[in-house]
């Protein structure tokens, strides 16, 4: 059986009727908080809309589709069109006396789809549908559908077309439906359409189309839906658009070139129910545009060039449930920029910095009922809105500093590691002798370096304590307070020293090894300077961006964590450059030493373990070749994934923040964890030190037990 869809005025405007939204009973739940259906249980925002049922009848996760403008337009479209289908069965005879053999036929319907036709075909005249789409005509002449009265329907999208002659659809005046989509129109002649007195769809998307003139739309008295996506328009004329078509009351022209709006355009429109100007270059509304189109449902502005918004834009717009605004290069929103849209359900603004936003920007829209920003933390501004996205960004969310629970438990766990494995180096370092005074120093000085990035993770799970269920109050606080500045410079101050001492030990290690005899063995004061060279110029590069804020802006304070490893495209350029600089200079060039050094280290280990006969003479020095692997894999497996994220974000690749969040957790500390493993515990000098340390003690309470049993023999004859 075939649905054939029969399109009727009086069932759209019964569609565009606004639909009424709940009442929300602000005495039931605190702002904040909503219900959970009909239990007397309510459940902060964070709750409503993410996924998994926290209410016990699952009313939570209801009404979390965001359904209005034109999704509730064509809902209620197809709902009241749903008792009115016209149904004709498939197997009828055709009745068309003439039709191309090639093609298909039902009914009044002919279906000639992808037929490599030229030219349109000759088919009875009491055809009601007429399908051409995806052949090869280039042209429609003057009066080639002139003999077809009856036509309602006929679809040429996908064809060649980019000549339409002056009187080409002269005579279709019960058209309805026409399909231009997909061609290569470049103009339209004036009153080109005059005689579709019915038609109510006209699709011109993925054209070429340069020019709107009004004249060219005359005519079109009943036009409903006018499609013009994916063309070339550069303007609209300085005049009415709906003069020539009274009815119209849709109208897309996303992705042309229109730089500005001004008021006549829409003045006549007053049947207007979805206006969609996205991705266009527009610059400039002029202020009362949107005052007249009282009906309008749908409004969409996003990805323009809007540097500002008149204040009284919107006013006028009674009936408004979405508003898209969404990545354009606003400089500020307005207060009161929203509050003479009553009905406005759905607001995005996604990809817009709100540096003035404030509560009373929302507080009148009080049927809000979704919200889309572009920093989970603007969401504390909207309480009242029960579903507000995003509700993360990878890192925190609405309730926590850290979104995962495996983050919020692996914080801890990492932190004692990191800080007790180098404190116990420490430690056993300073009781144990050494022969090697200097190497012990710069073991130890890592040790302290890598230490300060476990004081990083034990501040940040701590503070995740402290906001935990309410973090999305304290998070714009939280980011710009001194409190996340410095926790973050602590952060790089451990990880930038760590790499500086790792490659200043590598360094030592390569040339005593390859240069055994022409080495000069650096004294205590000579290592004493270097290490505290290298201490200061960690610290300088950690506090350049506190001291400089006006230069870099908040350089730490971008995410929860207080790290700066993504960069955003609103980011300073100073401070772009300075991320740059560390993670693609300074640390790029110190990973690749280390690789090339340890390479050097093994390749003259195996040399001159080969030019001796007793290979045991040199089985030390291979024992600690088969360690630099692990070393330097350690080291590739901790900066290789924070080198190449800083890469792509630089390179504006989109990153979730949930790859930064695991990063700075996970792969940021391992050298800070396994270093006291890799440099002391499992070397075998330590091992036996420790060794010698434990039998010595065992003999000494060997020797102290001894003497006591003596003295109480002693004691016992006597």
Known sequence: MRLLLIILPPLFYAATMPVPTPSRDEQVCPLGQFPCGNLSVCLPQALHCNGEEDCGNGADEENCVDDSGWLQILSNMLAARSSRMVVEDEDDACWLELFPEQCLCWGRAVDCTEQDLTTVPLVSSNVTRLDLKKNKIHSLLDNQFGRYRRLEKLFLQSNRIWLISPRAFSGLSQLKMLFLSHNRIVQLEPRVFEDLHRLEWLMLDNNQIAQIVPTTFAGLKSLYFLYMLNNSVSQIPNASLCTEMPKLSWLELEGNRIQEVHRAVFQECQDFTVLILRRNKLRWIQEGTFSRLSRLVELDLSSNSLDQLPSSLFNGLAELQQLNISYNPLKEIFPSQFESLPRLRS???????????????????????????????????????????????????????????????????????????????????????????????????????DGLMGIYLFIIGAFDLKYSGEYNKHAQGWMGSLQCQLVGSLAMLSS?????????????????????????????????????????????????????????????????????????????????????????????????????????????????????????ICSREVTIAKRFFFIVFTDALCWIPIILLKLLSLLQVEIPGTVTSWVVIFILPINSALNPILYTITTTSFQEKVKGCLQTKQLELHESRKSFTLVTLQASTT
Not at 355 to 383: E, G, M, R, V
Not at 585 to 597: E, K, P, R, S
């Open 496 to 616: 930038q020293v760590s790499v500086l001492l790792l490659t200043y030990m590598t360094l030592e290690k390569y040339f005593s090894i390859v240069f055994p005899f022409s080495h000069h063995r650096t004294s205590k004061k000579q290592t004493i300077w270097v290490l505290v060279a290298i201490w200061l110029l960690g610290f300088s590069l950690s506090v350049i961006p506190l001291c400089c804020k006006e230069t870099f802006g908040n350089y730490y304070g971008r995410n929860g964590v207080c790290f700066p490893l993504q960069s955003e495209p609103g980011e300073r350029p100073a401070a772009r450059g300075y991320s740059a600089a560390i993670y693609l200079g300074l640390n790029l060039a110190a990973f690749i030493t280390i690789v090339f050094a340890y390479s050097g280290m093994f390749y003259s280990i195996h040399i001159t373990a080969s030019k001796i006969a007793e290979r045991g």
């Open 347 to 449: 607001l995005s603004l996604e990809g817009l910095e709100i540096h003035n936003i404030h509560n009373l920007t929302f507080q009148k829209l009080t049927n809000l009922s979704h919200i889309y920003f572009k920093k989970f933390q603007y969401c504390s501004y909207a309480p009242h809105v029960r579903s507000c996205k995003p509700n993360t960004d990878g890192i925190s969310s609405l309730q926590h500093l850290l979104a995962s629970i495996v983050l919020r438990v692996s914080v801890w766990a990492i932190a004692c590691l990191t800080c007790f494995g180098n404190l116990f180096v420490v430690c056993m370092r300073s009781l144990l002798g050494t022969e090697n005074s200097q190497h012990t120093m710069a073991i130890k000085s890592l040790c302290c370096a």
